[in-house]
């Protein structure tokens, strides 16, 4: 199955996995290049020494292209974009902010960069700053978002740039596949039904929760971590949409974000702060910030229900736990022959109609 963003990365198939802060690991970007798709490692929650030993384990993993996911505006990204750059990542995914000068290093070295967007002026902005291709996320993704479903987005942003286009949110299948190249996109990003594979570590609690839950069971809100996300409907969820400014929380697990990642006060505070401008976040998103990068880990490493796990629409139409080879080979084969029959239907059409 060759399309543009085959082309363009040097990959089999065009299933990419989407780059989860503490979800997407060295072994699942591996094992997702290896099965012929595009593993990217999610770089964001690393300190600058801990994303480099995992880019070398990826590397140590696979021959195939990979890349890396970073968000520009969280604290700390500059020293994580230099470790990137100098690491010469083959494929860079970059999310929240402006990448124009990491474009360019990135070009120098022979590599590409994938922007991740949500709203139409983004990805204008992304075509034109020299992004090689643009991951458009949609309402159903787990991902930050807007509030444009991808049946709308995909197409919409097809007919106002010319770079390939990923779809994210929603796809999860061979038939979603298919639906995504009709839109107009070149391949799709895939976060929640990767979560769902063999390789992934995502505690084994919260891979039974996602078996179970339907295509309602997810709340979207912008009180995880100060943005608009999806995540799958808790007692805990439930409760965070109500919760007032969590003051006193926000500043213990800043502490605690501040000595994981080996940031500097003012480091940690100017991340913060920058994020929050950029997003027009009040007080109350700004404090959000740390309580959800704390509450994500302790759902998917813990298990913990008290924590939050990110989850896109498309968990209720996955009921299985395969490896990143049998998923990725079952949607090919199924977009294969969804879109044969949409030809043949359309060759019939045309033959009823003369």
């Given at each position: 199955m060759e399309t543009r963003i085959t082309e363009l990365l040097g990959?089999?198939?065009?299933?990419?996995?989407?780059?989860?802060?503490?979800?997407?690991?060295?072994?699942?970007?591996?094992?997702?290049?290896?099965?012929?798709?595009?593993?990217?490692?999610?770089?964001?929650?690393?300190?600058?020494?801990g994303l480099e030993a995992a880019i070398k384990e990826v590397r140590s993993l696979t021959d195939k292209p990979f890349g890396v996911n970073i968000t520009?505006?969280?604290?700390?990204?500059?020293?994580?974009?230099d470790t990137i750059l100098e690491a010469k990542v083959p494929v860079v995914n970059y999310a929240l902010g402006k990448a124009t000068e990491i474009i360019k290093a990135v070009h120098q070295y022979g590599g590409k960069v994938i922007a991740t967007v949500a709203l139409e002026r983004h990805a204008k902005r992304s075509e034109q700053d020299g992004a090689d291709a643009i991951i458009v996320t949609g309402y159903e993704a787990a991902a930050h978002a807007g509030n444009v479903s991808s049946l709308v987005l995909l197409p919409t942003i097809a007919n106002q740039v010319k770079v390939p286009?990923?779809?994210?949110?929603g796809f999860c299948d061979g038939r979603t596949l298919a639906a995504a190249l009709i839109l107009g996109a070149d391949g799709i990003s895939m976060g929640t039904r990767f979560a769902l594979t063999k390789e992934c570590i995502l505690h084994q609690n919260y891979k039974q929760l996602l078996l179970r839950a339907g295509v309602e069971d997810t709340i979207f809100s912008d009180r995880f971590d100060g943005l608009l996300s999806?995540?799958?409907?808790?007692?805990?969820?439930?409760?965070?949409?109500?919760?007032?400014?969590?003051?006193i929380e926000s500043l213990s697990n800043a502490l605690r974000l501040k000595r994981e990642?080996?940031?500097?006060?003012?480091?940690?505070?100017?991340?913060?702060?920058?994020?929050?401008?950029?997003?027009?976040?009040?007080?109350?998103?700004?404090?959000?910030?740390?309580?959800?990068?704390?509450e994500f880990r302790r759902a998917i490493i813990s298990g913990d229900e008290d924590g939050i796990m990110l989850a896109g629409q498309d968990c209720g139409r996955i009921d299985d736990i395969p490896t990143c080879a049998e998923l990725i080979e079952r949607i090919?084969?199924?977009a294969e022959e969804v879109l044969k029959g949409v030809r043949v239907k359309t060759i019939r059409n045309e033959q009823a109609k003369a």
């Open positions: 990959i089999k198939y065009p299933i990419i996995l989407a780059g989860m802060s503490y979800v997407t690991t060295p072994e699942l970007a591996a094992a997702v290049s290896n099965a012929g798709g595009l593993g990217i490692l999610g770089g964001s929650p690393y300190t600058a020494e520009l505006l969280i604290p700390g990204a500059t020293d994580l974009v286009i990923i779809g994210a949110g999806r995540a799958l409907k808790t007692k805990k969820t439930e409760s965070v949409v109500q919760r007032r400014l969590p003051l990642l080996k940031l500097s006060l003012w480091e940690l505070v100017r991340g913060v702060f920058r994020m929050g401008k950029t997003q027009k976040l009040g007080l109350s998103g700004l404090a959000l910030i740390p309580v959800g990068m704390v090919v084969a199924e």
